[in-house]
């Protein structure tokens, strides 16, 4: 159709420039080219058509190939990005929980207490911040990391042993066998989901993670048996700043998931719980990877 277009314009006697289009040789072969095309009058009367046009083929490709690196560059940026808001955002948690131990400390030197076990907490969250550096150095490094088939039930596992607090609270984890395409940065949401119950769910005892196929999805369900979260917060709870502490953990954890071409949303019960369900139509079982 835009060939018709061009062609109709040169017979009406218009010189015709930047011709940028798709041609089909003889052999059936499709190349784009680029060129110029004018009619030729006899006698007052159109006569034929002369044009020159260059084959741009590979220069098309190479257009194409570029804008596709632009695009993994854009990916990329916003991935090192997000890692480093986690990054700060993580550790920042853990450090206002080594000022509140050393306060305690303080505090018991001064009635003259044992503060050892304040000591041994510091010591415990000290190593976890640097577990938490040495995830985003790899996280960094990786960079490019392809999507690829993830154990959930072990990015699960691996998360909760990252948490401080969780003495008391029952972690069930029910994703065993469960792959799905991600990468990386899969542990360090649960353990941002995790350490969000931990510091924001009033009185949670237990949480639960487990997964249920759906109709042409899957969708992996976190819930925990606190306060749940307010109505009115349900729609803001995943924007940018939003809620207590930096406002940077549920967004991230979205922009994460929305990297995999997943979705989260929350539907708990105010009053009984908070309830995330992640959905995700990338996945398998373990069996099919042995």
Known sequence: NHCMDLFKKV??????EDI???????????????????????????????????????????????????????????KLDMIGKL????????LSS??????????RLNENLDPTDCLETIESISTQIEEIFEFARICEKVGTEHIKYTNVSKSVDE???????????????????????????LR?????????????????TQIKI????????????????????????????????????TGYGLYLIKKTFESYGWNIEENGISGKGAKFCITTVSYTHLRAHE
């Open 11 to 16: 017979i009406t006697g218009e010189l015709v």
């Open 20 to 78: 940028d289009s798709v041609f089909l040789t003889k052999n059936g072969k499709e190349i784009w080219v680029k060129g110029t095309a004018k009619p030729i009058y006899r006698d007052g009367k159109f006569h034929s058509t002369v044009g020159v046009f260059l084959d741009i083929t590979e220069n098309k490709k190479t257009e194409k190939n570029l804008q596709k690196t632009l695009v993994n560059l854009e990916r990329l940026n916003e």
């Open 87 to 94: 990054t700060r955002h993580d550790a920042r948690n853990k």
């Open 98 to 107: 080594i000022l509140n131990h050393i306060y305690i400390a303080k505090k």
């Open 159 to 185: 998360a909760i042993r990252l948490l401080f607090g969780s003495d008391g609270k029952k972690i069930v984890n029910q994703c065993e066998g469960l792959v799905v395409l991600a990468d990386s940065l």
């Open 188 to 204: 360090q949401m649960f353990y941002n989901l995790l350490d969000n119950s931990m510091r924001h769910g009033k009185n949670v």
């Open 210 to 245: 487990y997964y249920k196929e759906l109709e042409e999805k899957l969708a992996i369900v976190y819930e925990d048996n606190g306060g749940g979260i307010p109505e009115s917060e349900k729609i803001k709870i995943f924007q940018e700043g939003y809620g207590k502490g």
